[in-house]
């Protein structure tokens, strides 16, 4: 059963078969699967795609690792709470999302988008950008950086109307944790025109890497109104050091 020899490296191929093979039943959650030996076999690839495979799937929860034993499909139910895109936090603020595409393409990324993505060096990249309103005021600009071979109907997908976030879950890839930065800066000519605001007001930069479990499935640059957000913290306990 020979993977396609295309763009899509073998170790993504091998890791959408394992999926598939989990969502027909095939491999039954807390079944063992073949070893990266009957599946290097099986699908005729190294023993090194093999296990690239599988580690990937261990770090998204997907599978998991027994000592001794072997791999095996996870009991525990992946279908957890997760992160939630810019559309749904401006539903929760009670506002019509909508959005507006300005780029979509395949790019070979910069070495910081690389090195975020833990991605190989000839690994592409799907680059979207895109505007979010909230009752069609300009609320924030995107840059988002999707590995290509993790989800390539992105590319030819409509993106428009739907969130990211909730087509990589729909692909097996849940968002499940982030590591953000933010930090107010003054927007440069082109984020001031697209956000329509003033050179002097006040943009909120928020760079963003994105994980399903370990695996790192989207780096973003964020840029929104400074006058538009607002950042929210549910409580937290403080730790006495006195």
């Keep these: 059963m020979k993977l396609k020899n295309n763009d899509i490296p073998l170790y993504y191929q091998l890791e959408n078969k394992i999926r ?17 030996r009957k599946l290097s076999k099986i699908y005729e690839v190294s023993r090194m795609t093999a296990r690239k495979a599988l580690e990937n ?7 998991e690792k027994r000592e001794r034993q072997g791999t095996f499909v996870s009991e ?7 992160l939630v895109g810019i559309k749904e936090s401006i539903k929760a603020r009670g506002e019509e999302p909508s959005n507006e595409i300005i780029t979509k393409k395949l790019i070979n990324p910069k070495d ?35 590995p290509y071979p993790i989800c390539p109907q992105l ?19 849940t968002p499940t944790k982030a590591k953000d ?10 984020i001031i025109e697209l956000l329509d ?32 957000f607002t950042l929210e913290r549910t409580p937290f306990n403080l730790r006495n050091n006195n």
């Design 20 to 36: 598939e093979k989990i969502k027909q039943g095939e491999y039954r959650r807390g079944e063992k699967i073949p070893s990266e």
């Design 57 to 63: 799937l261990v770090d998204e929860g997907v599978l």
């Design 76 to 82: 525990i139910d992946s279908d957890i709470p997760s």
């Design 112 to 146: 910081e988008i690389k090195k975020e993505l833990s991605l190989m060096e000839d690994e592409e990249v799907i680059l979207i950008e895109r505007i979010n309103f909230a009752d069609e005021i300009p609320l924030g600009f995107e840059q988002s950086y999707i």
């Design 155 to 173: 590319l030819e997908k409509e993106v428009t109307n739907e969130s990211i976030y909730q087509i990589l879950r729909e692909n097996g890839h």
């Design 181 to 190: 930065k933010m930090k107010a800066i003054l927007g440069e000519q082109r």
């Design 197 to 228: 605001i003033e050179a002097d007001q006040p943009v909120l930069k928020n760079i963003r890497t994105t994980f399903s479990k370990e695996r790192a499935i989207v780096f973003s640059y964020n840029y929104y109104r400074g006058t538009e």
